[in-house]
């Protein structure tokens, strides 16, 4: 069969170079509309829960994360930036809505039912109080309920953001009665707290970016993003501010701009070093640059057909440039090494072309066959994203092998003419390396033996790498942007959702989730419509309180009572600053101290008399605000949904009236042990709570899970097809063992080094037996024609070196990636396939020279 393919390229090969050229340039176009896609939703199963109802939700709401912008510098210039520089922000196309303040006058007027009963209990005195002195005994009383006599609950810690804020109002509120500078709205933030979402040190402001693009739609993600980053960066400079993004969508779009440049870089690079290593060791430019040519027509029909067939590339697929580059290359080598030998001999050029598909090309197609099965055993996994990846990739093997079988030969008829290549010091040097394994074949075997021993004593100890961010790029401004705002706000971006039918389940939802330690922020519409339950016990709470305030505040100060107050006040900082500490929580003791020892509050006791003039004004202005809005605020009707603001309601109401809840992690969930606890208190809400997060553990779960199917299943299918091609259980188990042993040392490698599996990288197990194996059939297929191991490494030994070289300078470029994903790839690749390398030279020639010994003693004897 290979020599009638031989024949009719001799025959038409001027008919394959055009039809070659056409089918090129068709392909060339199709490739030029492949786009990447970065979702991590398509990686998934269909019928994968999480995914389900991530897509039901998408299909409701339209976008399911939010953008989340930071504002950096000084508090009055974030504050400036978000009363005036956020207008422009809707006008821009993609946008939903955005989220930079909160609805303060809603929550004055409602100011009771958004109150939850537990927060009216403790506030109560402080509410109903006519002077400062009662006010400062209801902070008192609250502060010791809620924290010194419960100091066991882990409140602390649950609340320390909102207790940062508080402590700075405490702080801000003294200075001002100090300083003679107490105003209405200080008043209206011990209600309803700050206008804007700032942080508690007031260096960082935050607002959310709802979408109206669906994730799906990658290309105007993408757009929105950068349109987004346009805006910020104009304003920034015009409001003296810093602003960054984060969120799912602002990661794809980083996660693709580093892709595709990371591919354009790898691919550029393997083929640059492909051809210098070609150079160097054929010596001849000419068949350098043939060889190339069969690679990158390969390459190109295999992403026109990737576009055809599939669409786009996703983050496993987009390495397949620099994949291909590095196996495809190998039947150039084997065929332009076999075709000069030939033309060194004397041979003529279409005697020298026949000699490829008798002497070379069985064992190029099998090389192929091995690598495209374990390629195509990948289609069998459950995981989209390996399915993709063994398709593309097994199609792109197919249409390498195609090329190099058909145009470089039909190249070679016209171009071949050059020859008188001299045998370089280097592959003397590797005959003599050679000879030296075979004639030493028992100490190879057991320094190998040794070797594996030591690695294998590691080998189960691998563990797979459960923090999604470890293979994103280093320092990238969305993922270092989402642990500050961790480090400053108590939650991260990487939020969980849950859609409820109807309000009673969302405030159910709400309840459970409100207990949960590892949540850090809860956006649901029942913290501005609560149940209709809750509403009324918060209603008779108001009553109570209106009745219990007066018609104006007391003109007297009580100057005693005061002063105890406060030094009440300074105890319970003193008593939190050390619960603070013993808790863990230094950042609250550092702020308790910093107010003790600036003496703010002790200065006030010593000196009260002095301040008295200042005392009076800020007690009307502060305890009259209070009262005017407790009077104002509604205790008389419960709210529905048509009352609240448009804003609130576009937020959290679907399209089918559905409504959604979003909870944000109060730590990083990346880390390994709040990872456990998040997920498992998260998936106490209900079954279909879905988000970006959550998808991403699932993808880590399914692809370990899959990543041990793929290798069992490819070490199979490869043994059977060798089975098939050699028609001989001893070589078909002579060429599949070295693999097998270059597992256990590239798993031990892993294992005493530290180096994790991922998502990306754990394909490549699986691969390097596809791969690796092509070595050994090479030499067996050389070694069954001549008989003689020797003349089969000295014939075949540099191409299967230099194949091997050129493998693993294309993986290696891979490690030059950003993409952390890409660089772990890489270098396991590369282990991997050095591994193989040295065990078929050594493993596989010892076994094969063993048993070319036994078969001749066995011989003699019957002799």
């Not at 998934?44 to 039901?56: D, F, R």
């Not at 270059?742 to 530290?754: D, F, K, Q, R």
């Amino acid at each position: 069969m290979l020599v009638k393919i031989g024949k009719f390229v001799q025959k038409f090969h001027k008919i394959i170079l055009t039809a070659s050229l056409a089918v090129t340039f068709v392909m060339l176009f199709f490739m030029s509309r492949l786009q990447m896609n970065m979702q991590f939703t398509d990686l998934l199963p269909k019928t994968e829960k999480t995914v389900i109802s991530y897509k039901n939700a998408m299909k409701n709401f339209d976008t399911l994360d939010s953008i989340v912008v930071a504002v950096k510098g000084q508090e009055e210039d974030i504050k400036n930036f978000l009363k005036k520089g956020v207008r422009g922000i809707e006008k821009i196309d993609g946008i939903k809505t955005i989220s930079y303040e909160n609805q303060v006058e809603f929550m004055e007027e409602n100011i009771f039912l958004l109150m939850k009963e537990r927060d009216l209990k403790n506030r109560e005195k402080a509410l109903t109080g006519a002077s400062l002195k009662d006010f400062f005994y209801g902070v008192n009383e609250g502060f010791e309920k809620e924290y010194i006599d419960e100091s066991e609950s882990g409140k602390i810690d649950k609340d320390r953001v909102k207790l940062l804020n508080f402590l700075d109002f405490l702080e801000e509120i003294i200075l001002k009665i100090k300083k003679d500078r107490i105003s209405p709205e200080d008043a209206k933030k011990f209600l309803r707290g700050e206008r804007y979402i700032l942080s508690p040190d007031k260096t960082m402001g935050l607002l959310l970016v709802k979408s109206a693009v669906s994730i799906d739609d990658f290309e105007n993600v993408i757009k929105t993003v950068n349109a987004l980053d346009e805006y910020f960066q104009e304003k920034s400079k015009k409001y003296n501010v810093k602003i960054e993004m984060t969120g799912i969508q602002v990661l794809s779009r980083d996660e693709m701009v580093i892709s595709q440049r990371d591919m354009r870089i790898s691919s550029f690079l393997s083929l640059v070093l492909v051809l210098g290593i070609f150079i160097l060791s054929f010596k001849i430019l000419r068949y350098s640059l043939l060889a190339l040519v069969p690679l990158i027509t390969g390459i190109i029909w295999a992403m026109g057909l990737t576009y055809l067939i599939i669409g786009t590339l996703n983050m496993m697929t987009a390495m397949m440039g620099a994949i291909l580059i590095g196996l495809g290359i190998d039947y150039s080598i084997h065929i332009i090494s076999v075709f000069l030998e030939e033309r060194d001999s004397g041979m003529s050029i279409e005697k020298a072309v026949s000699s490829i598909y008798s002497k070379a090309m069985r064992g190029v197609a099998t090389g192929a066959g091995t690598t495209a099965v374990g390629f195509f055993m990948f289609v069998f996994s459950d995981f989209p994203g390996f399915r993709e990846f063994g398709l593309v990739l097994g199609l792109g093997i197919i249409c390498t092998l195609v090329s190099a079988v058909f145009l470089l030969p039909s190249l070679l008829m016209i171009y071949g003419g050059k020859i008188g290549t001299k045998k370089s010091k280097k592959s003397l040097f590797l005959e003599k390396g050679e000879y030296f394994l075979i004639s030493r074949k028992k100490s190879s075997l057991l320094i190998v033996v040794l070797i594996l021993i030591v690695l294998g004593s590691k080998a189960g100890k691998v563990e797979f790498e459960n923090d999604m961010l470890k293979i994103e790029p280093k320092n990238l401004q969305s993922v270092a942007l989402n642990r500050e705002i961790i480090d400053k706000f108590d939650f991260s971006s990487d939020s969980t959702i849950i859609v409820s039918e109807n309000l009673e389940e969302a405030q159910r939802i709400f309840d459970r989730a409100d207990k949960l330690k590892s949540i850090g922020v809860i956006s649901s519409i029942t913290s501005y419509l609560p149940s209709e339950e809750k509403q009324k016990k918060r209603l008779e709470a108001g009553k109570r309180i209106k009745e219990k305030i007066g018609n104006a505040p007391d003109s007297e100060i009580y100057i005693g009572e005061l002063a105890e107050e406060l030094v009440r006040l300074e105890n319970n900082l003193i008593e939190l600053g050390d619960l603070s500490y013993i808790g863990g929580e230094e950042d609250i003791r550092q702020r308790c101290d910093e107010i003790l020892e600036g003496g703010l509050i002790s200065e006030l006791v010593e000196n009260i008399d002095s301040y008295r003039e200042n005392l009076e004004k800020s007690q009307k202005v502060f305890i009259g605000e209070l009262q005017s809005i407790i009077r104002k605020s509604n205790t008389e009707k419960t709210l529905g949904l048509k009352d609240l603001p448009g804003k609130i309601k576009d937020e959290f109401v679907g399209k089918t009236g559905t409504y959604i809840s979003t909870f944000y992690p109060k730590e990083d969930i990346w880390k390994s042990d709040f990872q456990k606890i998040y997920m498992k208190e998260i998936d106490t809400l209900g079954e279909n709570t879905t988000g970006s997060a959550k998808i991403f553990l699932k993808v880590i779960e399914i692809s370990a899970t899959e990543g041990k199917k793929i290798l069992i299943l490819t070490l199979g299918a490869i043994y059977l097809f060798l089975l098939a091609d050699f028609r001989s259980l001893k070589y078909a188990t002579a060429a599949i063992l070295p693999m097998v042993f270059s597992i256990l040392g590239t798993l031990g490698v892993m294992g005493w080094t530290g180096f994790k599996f991922d998502m990306v990288n754990i394909i490549g197990i699986p691969l390097i037996i596809g791969i690796g194996v092509d070595d050994g059939v090479h030499i067996i297929h050389r070694y069954l024609v001549d008989k003689n191991i020797f003349v089969a490494l000295k014939s075949t030994g540099k191409a299967v070196t230099l194949t091997t070289i050129t493998t693993i300078a294309a993986f290696g470029t891979l490690m030059l990636a950003k993409y952390r994903g890409f660089v772990h790839f890489g270098i396991l690749l590369t282990i991997g396939v050095v591994f193989a390398y040295l065990l078929t030279v050594s493993l596989l020639v010892s076994l094969i020279s063993l048993v070319d010994r036994i078969e001749k003693n066995s011989e003699g004897d019957k002799l």
